[in-house]
C-alpha cells in the first residue's frame, strides 16, 4: 500500500470573474431566462447552444454536424436509450452517439474537452443541448 497522491484539478488555479460585459441591460422577469452560450465546436463556432444543468443528456443534432461538415454517420457509435421532453409529449431514440471537442473561452483563456452526445434527427430551436455530463467535465455550475 502506498499513500494517495493529490494532485490539483485540471484548472482549479484559473479564477473565473465576470464583468458588466457579461451581464444583460434589462431582465424583466430575472431568472426566467436560458443560459445559451456560443462555444467552438470542433472547429466551428455554434451560436445557440442551451445549458440544461436539469439535464442527464448532451444532445447534438444531425443537421449541426452536417452544418459542421462533418461526415457524423463514420462517426456515429449505436445508441438505443430513449430519451424524453425534448419535443413535448414525445420519446425520441437517438440515431448514434458522437465524441467532439468544445472550447469554451477566449484566446488568451479557453478550456477544451471531449464530450460525448446523443446526435438527434430533429430541429429544435437549438444547435446544441449540453446537460450534467458536460458540465461535469467543465467544472461548471449553471447559475440559478
Known amino acids: 500500500m502506498e499513500p494517495a497522491i493529490q494532485r490539483p484539478?485540471?484548472?482549479s488555479e484559473v479564477p473565473v470573474s465576470f464583468s458588466?460585459?457579461?451581464q444583460w441591460t434589462n431582465f424583466s422577469e430575472p431568472g426566467k431566462f436560458s443560459l445559451v452560450l456560443d462555444p467552438v465546436v470542433q472547429g466551428s463556432k455554434l451560436t445557440r447552444i442551451?445549458?440544461?444543468g436539469g439535464s442527464g443528456l448532451n444532445l447534438i443534432l444531425a443537421s449541426t454536424l452536417r452544418?459542421?461538415?462533418l461526415n457524423y454517420k463514420s462517426l456515429l457509435t449505436p445508441s438505443k436509450a430513449p430519451f424524453y421532453d425534448i419535443i413535448p409529449g414525445n420519446p425520441?431514440?437517438?440515431i448514434g452517439t458522437v465524441i467532439?471537442?468544445?472550447t469554451f473561452g477566449t484566446e488568451q483563456n479557453f478550456q477544451t474537452e471531449h464530450i460525448k452526445f446523443e446526435v438527434a434527427d430533429f430541429e429544435p430551436s437549438y444547435h446544441t443541448i449540453l446537460g450534467r455530463p458536460a458540465l461535469a467535465k467543465f467544472m461548471a455550475v449553471q447559475p440559478c
Request: net charge neutral.
Open 50 to 52: 442551451l445549458i440544461d
Open 100 to 102: 467532439v471537442p468544445i
Open 92 to 94: 425520441s431514440t437517438p
Open 9 to 11: 484539478l485540471k484548472y
Open 20 to 22: 458588466r460585459e457579461d
Open 67 to 69: 452544418k459542421m461538415g
